[in-house]
């Protein structure tokens, strides 16, 4: 596994495994996120309304006695968060479902325009996590964002942020935050985390004149890996989430983790199937 640093020099792992489709049985879910760590991944994206993805989590880690090996990551439900006081009852609850007394990487979940943050800020969230973060029980604090690329400019200016989670693939340059966002925010030291990789499994599974420039160039890379590396080949991400809800898909994904190298040959490649895609 390969890492790369964020704004506090912590390694994470170049793949990280988002949590919002684990298999519907424990067990299986518990053999993913044990193979997983065990291959090198450190970074486990959640969230409160991806149902009991942070209960299941935290089970798997308390059982297993594994919390500290890991980095954990989940958000604030700003969908459902209507007055201050409801900032500490579902971190509290987050808290307990995690069964951890603190979060690495918080997030303020799908802020979309300045209109939106501003609103919390007038409920004191910034002071908010400030205390959070001087307890202890926050470690470091961010946002994911789904909104246009203007307010997302804005809002990397708006707060001392140290991360962000975007969505961005090669069918994506210039959606949302795009990579003018993912360039400036990298810029400001924020360390960007990635969403999305695989358009919603759309680039895994790609029209079949497009599959086959593929195999032609390389016939042992999967549509998937493709789709990693063109992002692992830029240095601003520093970790790419995949929902990983199966062995064969975990497997294909850290497979794609050994070599990251990605050419003109590769690049041009990309090109094309941005074309063949658009045209479908």
């Keep these: 596994m390969k890492y790369r640093i964020d704004k506090y020099n912590n390694e994470l792992s170049i793949l990280g495994f988002g949590c919002m489709r684990f298999p519907k049985k424990f067990e299986e879910s518990e053999k993913l996120i044990l193979y997983a760590i065990e291959q090198g991944i450190n970074y486990f994206d959640t969230a409160y309304i991806y149902g009991d993805s942070e209960k299941t989590l935290g089970r798997i880690l308390k059982k297993n006695n594994i919390r500290e090996k890991i980095y954990i990551a989940t958000k604030l439900p700003l969908i459902i968060t209507r007055k201050k006081s409801d900032f500490d009852k579902y971190f509290n609850?987050?808290?307990?479902?995690?069964?951890?007394?603190?979060?690495?990487?918080?997030?303020?979940?799908?802020?979309?325009?300045?209109?939106?943050?501003?609103?919390?800020?007038?409920?004191?969230?910034?002071?908010?996590?400030?205390?959070?973060?001087?307890?202890?029980?926050?470690?470091?604090?961010?946002?994911?964002?789904?909104?246009?690329?203007?307010?997302?400019?804005?809002?990397?200016?708006?707060?001392?942020?140290?991360?962000?989670?975007?969505?961005?693939?090669?069918?994506?340059?210039?959606y949302q935050a795009g990579k003018v966002g993912l360039r400036k925010a990298y810029e400001k030291g924020i360390a960007v985390k990635i969403m999305e990789p695989l358009l919603g499994g759309r680039l895994a599974n790609l029209p079949k004149k497009a599959k086959e420039i593929l195999k032609k160039e390389n016939k042992d890379m999967s549509e998937a890996q493709w789709a990693l590396k063109w992002i692992w080949n830029q240095k601003e991400p520093v970790t790419v989430l995949s929902g990983m809800s199966n062995m064969n898909e975990l497997k294909d994904n850290i497979d794609a983790t050994k070599n990251i190298g990605f050419g003109k040959k590769e690049i041009d490649a990309i090109e094309k199937i941005k074309e063949i895609f658009n045209e479908s």
């Design 93 to 174: 609850m987050q808290l307990k479902r995690l069964d951890t007394d603190y979060i690495d990487y918080y997030m303020m979940h799908m802020i979309t325009d300045m209109d939106q943050w501003q609103k919390f800020c007038d409920m004191g969230i910034k002071q908010w996590i400030k205390d959070k973060k001087k307890e202890g029980k926050i470690r470091q604090i961010g946002f994911s964002f789904h909104g246009s690329q203007s307010e997302f400019l804005k809002i990397i200016d708006a707060s001392d942020w140290d991360f962000c989670l975007i969505q961005y693939n090669y069918m994506n340059e210039n």
